[in-house]
């Protein structure tokens, strides 16, 4: 992107925040490089004065032709309704991101005009916090310059992986909803750490420290995440012991389900919202 690339947020809601607010921590744009469009006035007016860029209603779209990258952040029901709203002031020339989920690159497509590059991402929730897991796709008319652009924008609030359009819903299912997995497991600790004595100030502490902690170790060593298990369960010890009961209460088998269930649920509800807006 050059230093007068327009970066154009369609849907101004939660997530599309954390991105504004990571591309201008990050410095990847300038405030006047971002608009926002949202048909809710008082959220307009909360980005405006939020993070001092301009804003836009549905129907007055004045600056989206100009926009080298339209980023789609409504909800996915709305995928009909929203793009006959901006679809006069769209063109070819621009590269589309969606961060609808659910909607593919094809559906994308067909409401757009001819040739236009789309992009499929899947951010999740951290990236309220620039910690984002993101993974992209690219649909058929997708150039490499294109996947390079969207990964620098997604690399300010997170990491980001490529993967193909039909791995989508496994990546809804691990990455997608995989920070409420941890959250169970924190609740769990937390709750564990007071049946044993602690007072809830300190158990909540100590678990988001170790959680903490050990994502950083995961990420940082060079070791697998069973090498790094074994390295803390010495025979006899504490870990063990703690390690046996979740065993003995299929632990491993669960987060796994977990995925599977929550990657088929993401299938069926993908063929829901392509079906329900035609």
């Known amino acids: 992107m050059t230093k007068d690339s327009l970066v154009y947020f369609l849907g101004g809601g939660a997530m599309a925040e954390a991105m504004i607010r990571g591309l201008l921590e990050q410095q990847v744009v300038a405030r006047e490089q971002i608009v926002v469009a949202d048909i809710r006035p008082e959220r307009r007016r909360w980005v405006a004065d939020e993070f001092g860029i301009p804003t836009e209603a549905p129907g007055q779209v004045e600056r989206l032709r100009e926009a080298a990258v339209g980023i789609l952040a409504f909800k996915p029901k709305d995928l009909v309704a929203a793009l006959a709203d901006y679809q006069a002031q769209m063109h070819a020339g621009q590269l589309i991101i969606s961060i609808l989920a659910g909607v593919t690159t094809q559906r994308i497509e067909k409401l757009l005009p001819p040739q236009t590059p789309v992009i499929r991402a899947m951010p999740n929730t951290a990236a309220a916090v620039g910690l984002a897991a993101t993974a992209i796709c690219g649909g058929q008319h997708v150039q490499e310059e294109h996947l390079a652009l969207a990964e620098a924008l997604f ?68 070791r697998s995440p069973e090498e790094l298990r074994k390295q803390v369960s010495s025979p006899g010890g504490t870990t063990l012991a703690g390690l046996q009961a979740l065993a003995e209460h299929h632990f491993s088998d669960a987060v796994r389900e977990a995925i599977l269930r929550a990657t088929e649920r993401s299938r069926v509800l993908s063929q829901i919202v392509t079906t329900g807006t035609n």
């Open 155 to 222: 690399a300010a609030i997170g990491s980001v992986q490529r993967v193909d359009e039909p791995l989508m819903d496994a990546v809804t299912g691990l990455s997608g909803s995989g920070p409420a997995y941890v959250y169970l497991l924190a609740e769990a600790m937390l709750a564990g750490g007071v049946a044993a004595g602690l007072d809830s100030n300190t158990a909540r502490a100590l678990t988001q420290q170790t959680l903490l902690g050990a994502a950083y170790m995961l990420q940082a060593s060079q």
